[in-house]
């Protein structure tokens, strides 16, 4: 059963997206990994901004703010990893 959740989910990676990293190793599978970890957090951090936004139950939109500032965090230091800073 696959878990391809990327239609509706930013993002979440394809099933094709997970078989380019089986079938990748190395540098390339490092740099490939990274990238789809920060459209991964990228994802998250554009989904808590909508929670903090619209959001009504208190704990998630306190829960929302704490993954912007900590997913924000770990992008910009995959970035860097990635040369891009």
Same mark, same amino acid.
């Given at each position: 059963?696959?878990?391809?959740?990327?239609?509706?989910?930013?993002?979440?990676?394809?099933?094709?997206? /997970?078989?380019?990293? =089986? $079938?990748?190793? !190395? &540098?390339?599978?490092?740099?490939?990994? +990274?990238?789809?970890? *920060?459209?991964?957090?990228?994802?998250?951090?554009? /989904?808590?901004?909508? =929670? $903090?936004?619209? !959001? &009504?139950?208190?704990?998630?939109?306190? +829960?929302?703010?704490? *993954?912007?500032?900590?997913?924000?965090?770990?992008?910009?230091?995959?970035?860097?990893?990635?040369?891009?800073?």
């Amino acid at each position: 059963m696959g878990h391809d959740m990327s239609s509706s989910t930013p993002g979440m990676m394809s099933d094709a997206d /997970m078989g380019k990293l =089986e $079938k990748t190793s !190395g &540098a390339a599978f490092d740099t490939l990994f +990274l990238t789809m970890m *920060v459209d991964h957090h990228k994802g998250a951090v554009e /989904m808590a901004r909508s =929670e $903090k936004a619209d !959001g &009504a139950y208190d704990p998630a939109v306190a +829960l929302a703010a704490d *993954v912007i500032t900590t997913q924000s965090a770990e992008i910009k230091q995959m970035d860097t990893l990635l040369g891009k800073n």
